[in-house]
């Protein structure tokens, strides 16, 4: 009878433990080697890491997130104090003629296409010819040197009379006019070659000696002409007109 007990005891007792750990099993809180299950448990969690420092914002934008100021000293710092760069470059007088480059408040050269030329015979100084250049173009213009003549075909230039060299050159503002005398022959009858001019050519100077200023004039002369000899000379170019007649 004690023995039968004892038997249906543990016969209880095992099913009421196959069934807790049956239990336990389903629902995860059974015994687990601690070993293989906490190493499986681990792999599989991500975990957060801190960005790389490549990962990090371009210090040449300063607008990056983490630590620190968030101040950058690369392209946006610099672009934002730099100033702009002007256009300082200043254009020197051209030494072209009337048509050459630069602003209208640069001078040029005087010449044939920006003034209109006109000569005289004059009684008083004997023998001599007034040229007057007038500045008919709308930018200030430089006479250089003296005036180069040329009658008809001759075939040598008359030459200037250096006492009449000028302290500074000729300068003309638009609308202004500039002068030159001529002494056409000797009043003693001593030059030799003596002829009658019918046309004559007038050539500019340029910023250096003998070198062309650019178009050349070629102002009436009188219906009979102008008698000139081997005395011809002509003075470098004034601004006053009297110092053009007084030599």
Not at 115 to 120: C, I
Request: proline share 6%; charged share 15%; aromatic share 4%.
């Amino acid at each position: 009878m004690r023995t039968a007990r004892r038997v249906r005891l543990l016969a209880a007792t095992g099913a009421a433990v196959a069934a807790l750990a049956l239990t336990a099993c389903e629902n995860g809180t059974g015994t687990r080697d601690e070993g293989a299950s906490r190493s499986t448990t681990t792999a599989s969690t991500p975990t957060a890491s801190a960005p790389k420092p490549s990962e990090t914002a371009d210090g040449g934008t300063g607008t990056g997130t983490g630590t620190g100021t968030g101040t950058g000293t690369g392209k946006s710092t610099s672009t934002s104090t730099s100033a702009p760069v002007s256009d300082t470059t200043t254009k020197t007088p051209s030494g072209g003629g009337g048509g050459g480059g630069g602003g209208k408040s640069t001078p040029v050269l005087c010449n044939g296409s920006d003034t209109a030329v006109t000569v005289q015979p004059l009684s008083r100084p004997l023998n001599h010819m007034l040229i007057t250049v007038k500045n008919t173009g709308s930018r200030t213009c430089y006479l250089t040197y003296y005036p180069v003549l040329r009658f008809d075909e001759m075939q040598w230039v008359p030459q200037p009379a250096e006492e009449t060299h000028p302290q500074a050159v000729t300068t003309l503002a638009p609308g202004e006019s500039g002068y030159a005398g001529v002494l056409l022959s000797a009043a003693d009858g001593s030059g030799d070659g003596g002829t009658t001019g019918r046309k004559l050519v007038l050539a500019f100077q340029g910023m250096s000696p003998n070198s062309s200023g650019g178009a050349s004039a070629t102002p009436s002369l009188p219906a009979k002409g102008v008698y000139y000899d081997s005395s011809l000379r002509v003075t470098y170019w004034q601004q006053d007109r009297g110092d053009a007649l007084n030599w």
